[in-house]
């Protein structure tokens, strides 16, 4: 395994997002947008549960964090299928890399942009929101990574199992709205019917914004985010085992839409 | 450089290649031919260690290629038949970043790129975005992509696709500097008048069967004789000893004009249809011709389909 070439196709890879920001910039506007809009209604919400001195951005900004973090999964898939379509991919594996070292490159750039995204909406929303972290700052910082790592390595898993670039938009795209629906990015889930309640924890975003409300309304630390840790490391695990077992470096992938 | 022993493979029960033996020493080039899906991408693919073959050895520099795919690619370069290249990005970074995936260093960088973007004529294009560029400019970086890391064993599937005639020329030009200097070139194409021009050895494929290998004077005097090629508008009528392809009627004959003027009172009433008399001379086409019962490609602006290489 050769960190230089993984870090030299992440050079690439951030290269080719760098030439197009747009997609970029929407992903991090878009969900500013949409706190200002939340924000009142989140601020009534939290008053009615008890809450005192908050101002709604302590949900509006992690669930909208949240939901957009689940839109560069399509990000990371169409990456993969962009080099079948311009016919990089066999040029990639007839090269000295090793496969390991191909996904690593691939990976690191999303995984950095994910990670920069969580910091500047975190940082946004503060300062146009008020947003202010109660509990322990490490304990929020190691959620978010845990988070992030979970959904690059479900995206993998689509990528292996996805055989077309359609395939791939429209599970990133329909999970996306569906899993951070369920997990709370739009209204608590405590407010939510009661089949979709029961299905809540079947989403990486439920656990998320668990443990984000433990620590920024509820002043929680490390023990108040280790169940949803632990349980986004499963998620995680479950996506490089899907990779594992499903991923084919020689397999043709059609990347017309 | 290159010994490939009794290569087999299979895509869901169709053979593709049926035991296929093929050599190439430094400074050798083996020109690949065969009709489409004769299995040459096939071929290259698991030479390259872009599949795995059902049976047979593949030995690179003395290095068993099959079990040590990883070993040997730092000596290869490949150029795909289809274009392979970042369409977003300009031409040097396309450049850039395959010659540090080859490990190049920056000077070695510096050095290679000056030396290959001015034996494909890529300098002035530089800062241009690759997706812009012509057809033959494509093919041309796409080309010199496999080139950056000085490869002893190189690959070019068909890399005259598409090019115009300035590229076309600045491809075999390469090629010969490449052979030359010592590099082993496997050599895929349809269009014989360039193996003619560039010389060496010649393998045929059929239906995944090397059908002739030898020097490319060895297999005209032994296959090429001499023959008539009619064209027709629409498609040629049938007559006994001779090959139907597309709107071309064919046969080998060692005294073409005769041939031609017996087979010209046969026709009947497709005579009315004929366009052109070819009276074929002792070449790699007529030998191809021979072999095959196919025509090769000789011209420029006729372009073959792909290579059958089923995922």
Redesign the interface.
């Known amino acids: 395994m050769s960190l230089r070439r993984s870090l030299v196709i992440a050079r690439l890879n951030a290269l080719i997002i760098a030439v197009d920001p747009w997609p970029m910039v929407t992903l991090l506007a878009m969900p500013l947008v949409l706190m200002a809009f939340l924000e009142p209604v989140d601020r009534s919400l939290l008053a009615g549960q008890g809450y005192v001195g908050v101002n709604g951005s302590e949900v509006a900004v992690p669930g909208m964090a949240v939901m957009f973090a689940f839109f560069w999964m399509m990000f990371a898939g169409t990456g993969f299928f962009r080099e079948h379509g311009w016919g990089t991919w066999d040029r990639l594996r007839a090269s000295p890399a090793r496969p390991a070292e191909i996904m690593v490159g691939k990976c690191l750039p999303i995984l950095v942009l994910m990670l920069a995204q969580m910091a500047v909406l975190g940082a946004a929303g503060a300062l146009l929101f008020g947003l202010r972290v109660r509990g322990s700052m490490t304990a929020l910082v190691l959620l978010v990574v845990v988070f992030v790592g979970a959904l690059l390595a479900l995206a993998m898993a689509l990528v292996s199992v996805c055989h077309t670039l359609n395939q791939t938009m429209v599970a990133t795209n329909l999970g996306a709205i569906v899993l951070s629906g369920l997990g709370g990015s739009f209204a608590p889930v405590a407010l939510l019917p009661a089949w979709a309640r029961a299905a809540a924890p079947v989403s990486p975003a439920y656990w998320a914004l668990r443990g984000s409300k433990a620590v920024i309304l509820d002043g929680g630390g490390l023990a108040q985010v280790a169940l949803p840790i632990a349980v986004l490391c499963a998620f995680a695990a479950f996506g490089v085992a899907v990779t594992a077992a499903r991923f084919r470096f020689g397999e043709v992938k059609i990347a017309d839409t | 450089m290159l010994r490939i022993a009794g290569l087999t493979k299979a895509y869901a029960g169709r053979a593709a290649l049926r035991g296929v033996d093929l050599e190439i020493g430094p400074g050798q080039i083996v020109a690949l031919l065969g009709p489409n899906g004769a299995g040459k991408t096939t071929l290259v693919s698991i030479a ?5 073959p059902d049976a047979g050895q593949v030995w690179i520099d003395g290095i068993d290629a099959l079990a040590h795919s ?1 070993r040997v ?2 000596r ?1 370069g ?1 150029a ?1 038949q ?8 300009r031409v040097r ?1 396309n450049l850039a ?2 010659g ?4 190049l260093s920056r000077a070695a960088l510096r050095e290679r790129t000056l030396i290959v973007t001015e034996a494909l004529d890529l300098t002035d294009l530089m800062d241009r975005y690759a997706g812009d560029l012509s057809g033959g400019e494509k093919r041309r970086l796409h080309t010199s ?1 496999a080139l950056l890391n000085r490869p002893r064993l190189l690959f070019l599937d068909e890399p005259t696709t598409g090019a115009d005639v300035a590229s076309r020329n600045s491809i075999l030009a390469m090629v010969r500097g490449l052979v030359a200097d010592g590099c082993a070139v496997c050599y895929c194409t349809h269009y014989l008048p360039e193996v003619e021009a560039l010389g060496g050895s010649v393998t045929i494929l059929e239906a995944g069967r090397v059908i002739a290998s030898g020097g490319l004077e060895d297999i005209i005097a032994a296959h090429g004789g001499a023959g008539v090629r009619f064209r027709f508008d629409g498609a040629p009528p049938d007559l006994a000893g001779w090959t139907r392809d597309g709107a071309y009627l064919m046969t080998s004959a060692a005294d073409p004009a005769v041939t031609a003027a017996r087979a010209i009172t046969c026709m009947g009433t497709a005579g009315d249809r004929l366009l052109a008399i070819d009276i074929l001379h002792p070449t790699l086409e007529t030998a191809y011709l021979a072999l095959t019962g196919r025509r090769g490609t000789g011209h420029a602006d006729e372009e073959e389909g792909e290579d059958v290489a089923a ?1």
């Open positions: 390259t260690g872009l599949r795995r990883q690619r730092p290869l490949l795909p289809e274009l392979g290249f970042y369409p977003t990005l970074d970043f395959f540090r995936l080859a490990g992509l995922a």
